[in-house]
């Protein structure tokens, strides 16, 4: 071994270009949650992918655990201003959920066990962007972080990664959810510092 410091090789660091303008690195895991930490049985979750014609397709556990899975690791930024690098999640594709799903929304708006909603653009589900995650750091996901299952997409500030989500809407219009409409950014782009309405 050269001369380096433990915890000091490989770590990323403010200056990194990585790190979204306003935001710093934390190496653990906060828990941000608006409300109480719903409990889900395995046995009764079900995901509901639901179009703008009120066509459904359902999931239950067992059958999302059937589909592809994928083990993303993404950096995901929070809009009260952390950043964590390198989360290791298991999951499946919206790519694959989204399959087959005719629709001619543009905008989805996932909703939770719990009531949580939040809001996106479709196309921001498709090509690799996001996925519902039942694991963490090979684990299955604890029920604060979300678990049975959460929203995955890293590239928005994480408040569009629904936790505990039950399903999405495909909407044909954008339909602003919680935080959307308590002043928080439609689109949330972290590179664009979009936290507020107006950013
Ligand atoms: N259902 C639900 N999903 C949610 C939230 C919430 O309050 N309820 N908070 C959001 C916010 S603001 C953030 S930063 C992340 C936090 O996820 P974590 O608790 O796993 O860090 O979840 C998002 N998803
Ligand atoms: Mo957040």
């Not at 001369?3 to 303008?21: E, K, Y």
């Not at 066509?55 to 950096?75: F, H, N």
């Not at 905008?107 to 090509?127: E, V």
């Amino acid at each position: 071994m050269g001369i380096v410091s433990p915890g000091f090789q490989g770590r990323r660091r403010t200056s990194d270009p990585a790190l979204p303008p306003g935001q710093y690195l934390t190496e653990d895991f906060p828990v941000l949650s608006a409300g109480p930490t719903p409990r889900i049985p395995l046995d009764r979750w079900e995901f509901v992918l639901s179009t703008e014609t009120g066509d459904e397709v359902r999931w239950s556990w067992a059958e999302l655990m059937e589909l592809p899975q994928e083990t993303p690791t993404v950096d995901i930024h929070c809009v009260t201003r952390w950043s964590k690098f390198g989360t290791s999640w298991q999951g499946v594709s919206l790519d694959v959920l989204l399959d087959g799903v005719d629709t001619a929304a543009d905008y989805a708006q996932a909703h939770s066990y719990g009531g949580y909603t939040t809001n996106l653009p479709l196309d921001d589900l498709r090509d690799g962007q996001a996925w519902v995650v039942h694991g963490y750091d090979g684990e299955p996901l604890p029920a604060e972080h979300g678990g049975p299952a959460r929203l995955l997409v890293p590239h928005l500030y994480f408040w569009k990664s629904a936790k505990w989500v039950r399903g999405l809407r495909l909407t044909v219009e954008d339909e602003p959810g919680f935080w959307e409409t308590a002043g928080y950014h439609d689109y949330g782009d972290p590179w664009r510092e979009q936290r507020y309405q107006g950013d």
